[in-house]
């Protein structure tokens, strides 16, 4: 397991302070690693700005580039396993999730974004100019800041590393301090597949490490995923000094279900949609809109659903739910119990820590309130855990406005068996992303992000390619 960084080629240990990664299955340590300095993090930039102009990756032909993405798809794909259960050791997602989902899925980022980069064209155009000829060239922008958070730290990381370098960037990448292991690997992989030391460099550390490469005046984009308070901070540093920025951010998805869903068909979906990951996915869906006529009825099966996972470690195959993260979450999710339980909700499974054998580990009960009114903080703020809450609405014509009534935008659910209803509700919802009669879902090839505190600017698709890039417009006269 690699606790160093890589910057320029070299792995190198950090000047900082120490730091631990914790398996949160048993809150033991994990691995013992060093926090960048500014220094690390200048080093670490200059070497991103000397490969971007290198004949070895500046001058490298586009399937060249290609070939070299594919060849990381398909080492990580080769060590997907031992990539996986590492990933389970940091994070704590189940094997079912690491194995099953985030490791194929940066997989496919990266032979999605190596199919592009034969395809990243600009136009021409008729311009209204005698004796002109007109282009556009989209070019890479340089030295790329990739941060990144602990929910799904491979699997968004590559979310950002595929596009960035498909588009002929080189990147610096700051993992999230509590789970470095997985972009460790990754960079130990791209590095064996070949890309020239310098495209793609590794500084570890916190909040600090991130500010610095933020800040840094060569760095020409930072592409952030994390909470909506530190994307706000990051998005007004990148103002100052006119930096590309995209943001990924925090969320609060309704998941909405129409008075004539199919409730029973549509309860493995929310409960999934709910709980993957522990709820530590950004769109998990936690505000569940029911027609007050069927609001007990859809509550009391959803929990009676979610109080049959199985919690335990990650690497045990009968696991459903790991742990959280983090004893830090652990506390949110029990403050955000206790908030609810005072604003008069309904707790009808769940609520605590589980005693026993998980006691040691960060784990959190799969937990549902009932007859949760919009006011409640536990309805507004994002929580981040198995923490879900059904609301009970009594006007179908008001649905729109109390999924609306948040400062989040990231994504919702809509369940319908009637198309029209589903689609009419799908204009009207202010997300980046909505799922009609599904579970969450995502592609290489679907744009992803958020609207309004959810975020600026969209991953996935062309659009990243869009991100990445900048557009020149070359004229050449005829005469
Ligand atoms: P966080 O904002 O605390 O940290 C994210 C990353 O930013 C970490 O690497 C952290 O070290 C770094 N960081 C912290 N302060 C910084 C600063 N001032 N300057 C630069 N870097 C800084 O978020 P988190 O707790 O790791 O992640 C959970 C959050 O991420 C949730 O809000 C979740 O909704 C969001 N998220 C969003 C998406 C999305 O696609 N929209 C996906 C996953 C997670």
Not at 410 to 432: E, F, H, M, P, Y
Request: hydrophobic letters at 45%; a negative charge.
């Amino acid at each position: 397991m690699r606790t160093d960084m890589l910057i320029g080629g070299e792995w190198t240990t950090g000047g900082g302070p120490a730091f631990t990664s914790l398996n949160p299955a048993t809150g033991e340590v994990l691995a013992e690693l060093r926090e960048a300095t500014e220094t690390d993090v200048d080093a670490a930039v200059r070497a991103a700005q000397r490969a971007f102009v290198s004949p070895e990756w500046g001058g490298l032909l586009p399937a060249a580039r290609a070939g070299l993405l594919l060849r990381v798809a398909d080492l990580l794909e080769e060590h997907a396993q031992d990539v996986a259960a590492l990933e389970t050791r940091d994070q704590g997602q189940p094997l079912g999730v690491s194995a099953g989902f985030s490791v194929p899925n940066a997989v496919e980022h990266l032979r999605y974004y190596a199919g592009w980069v034969t395809k990243i064209t600009g136009i021409t155009a008729p311009l209204s100019v005698p004796d002109v000829d007109y282009r556009t060239r989209r070019e890479p922008l340089g030295v790329c800041g990739l941060i990144t958070p602990w929910n799904f730290p491979l699997m968004i990381l590559v979310w950002k590393l595929a596009p960035a370098l498909a588009c002929g960037n080189t990147v610096v990448v700051k993992p999230a301090e509590q789970t470095s292991l997985s972009t460790l690997r990754l960079a130990e992989l791209i590095e064996e597949a070949g890309v020239p030391a310098g495209v793609v460099n590794v500084v570890t550390g916190g909040p600090e490490t991130g500010r610095a490469l933020v800040r840094h005046p060569l760095v020409k984009k930072i592409s952030f995923t994390g909470s909506t308070a530190v994307g706000r901070e990051i998005g007004a540093e990148c103002g100052r000094s006119l930096k590309k920025v995209s943001l990924e951010l925090g969320g609060k998805a309704p998941s909405i279900i129409a008075a004539d869903a199919d409730i029973d068909a549509s309860l493995q979906g929310n409960l999934l949609g709910g709980l993957l990951n522990s709820g530590q996915v950004c769109a998990a869906y936690t505000r569940f809109y029911v027609d007050a006529r069927r609001h007990d009825e859809f509550a009391e099966k959803l929990a009676g659903a979610a109080g049959t996972l199985r919690l335990g470690d990650g690497l045990d195959p009968e696991t459903h739910l790991g742990p959280l993260v983090s004893a830090e979450q652990v506390e949110q999710a029990a403050r955000y119990v206790a908030i609810g339980e005072e604003e008069g909700a309904e707790l009808l499974t769940g609520g605590s820590r589980p005693d026993g054998a998980l006691a040691a580990g960060f784990f959190f009960e799969p937990t549902v309130f009932a007859g949760v009114r919009q006011d409640m903080r536990i309805a507004r703020e994002e929580i981040f855990g198995p923490v879900l809450t059904v609301l009970p609405y009594e006007d179908p014509e008001e649905l729109a406005v109390l999924a609306n009534d948040t400062d989040y935008g990231l994504a919702a659910a809509i369940w319908s068996r009637d198309i029209g209803t589903a689609n009419r509700l799908a204009r009207q919802v202010k997300a980046g992303t909505v799922w009609i009669n599904m579970m969450q879902g995502l592609d290489a090839a679907a744009a992803w992000g958020g609207m309004k505190s959810s975020g600026l600017g969209r991953e996935m698709g062309w659009e990243a390619i869009e991100a990445y890039t900048e557009v020149k417009s070359v004229w050449t006269s005829l005469v």
